[in-house]
T-cell receptor
């Protein structure tokens, strides 16, 4: 199956610091999605990226898709305690494939 | 109130026992999925169904079975052949079943072995 690496696995930050998680694939991707799972909760869709070099923003969250469509990043500016949770990327080679999830990055924010 | 309902929230399985996890959706979605989540790990696909009366194995189907007799329902049975069933099980749905659609998840079932 598709291999997708997500780093780091864990990240502790002080409230107000920035945070970035990366999703890397060895093969060119059709699209990438990002999900957030709060502790004890279920994954919730955040965004989908489709175009090479695409950048999308949602308030303090910035999502990027690499030029080669092999990697992506999620950056949070000035973290808040409400950002706590695990962030997953999910990738696909083409629209006919099922999504493959990365291992997730667990974000912990110290107030 | 539309969404995906999973039950029960917690389930315990005895040695050699089959257990069934329920998943119901009222979103009128064609596709439904079952994922397994182990602590500190990502989601792994067990089975998926893109249409009633049809389903396909995912990456880790061994020891599991499913049925899709109704569009709204996609129950998962964890059989005694699954030797390490303790995990968090998530059901999801999407409108048509293509990988460029977002997934809607239920609240999950935590299965533990007694």
């Amino acid at each position: 199956g598709q291999q997708v690496m997500q780093i780091p696995q864990y990240q502790h930050v002080q409230e107000g610091e920035d945070f970035t998680t990366y999703c890397n694939s060895s093969t060119t991707l059709s699209n990438i999605q990002w999900y957030k799972q709060r502790p004890g909760g279920h994954p919730v869709f955040l965004i989908q990226l489709v175009k090479s070099g695409e950048v999308k923003k949602q308030k303090r969250l910035t999502f990027q898709f690499g030029e080669a469509k092999k990697n992506s990043s999620l950056h949070i500016t000035a973290t808040q305690t409400t950002d706590v949770g695990t962030y997953f990327c999910a990738v696909s080679l083409n629209a006919g494939n099922m999504l493959t999830f990365g291992g997730g990055t667990r974000l912990m924010v110290k107030p | 109130d539309g969404g995906i309902t999973q039950s029960p929230k917690y389930l315990f399985r005895k040695e050699g026992q089959n257990v069934t996890l329920s998943c119901e959706q009222n979103l009128n979605h064609d596709a439904m999925y079952w994922y397994r989540q182990d602590p500190g790990q990502g989601l792994r696909l067990i089975y998926y169904s893109q249409i009633v009366n049809d389903f396909q194995k995912g990456d880790i189907a061994e020891g599991y079975s499913v049925s899709r007799e109704k569009k709204e329902s996609f129950p998962l049975t964890v059989t005694s052949a699954q030797k390490n069933p303790t995990a968090f099980y998530l059901c999801a749905s999407s409108r048509y079943g293509t990988a460029n659609e977002k997934l809607f998840f239920g609240s999950g079932t935590q299965l533990s072995v007694l």
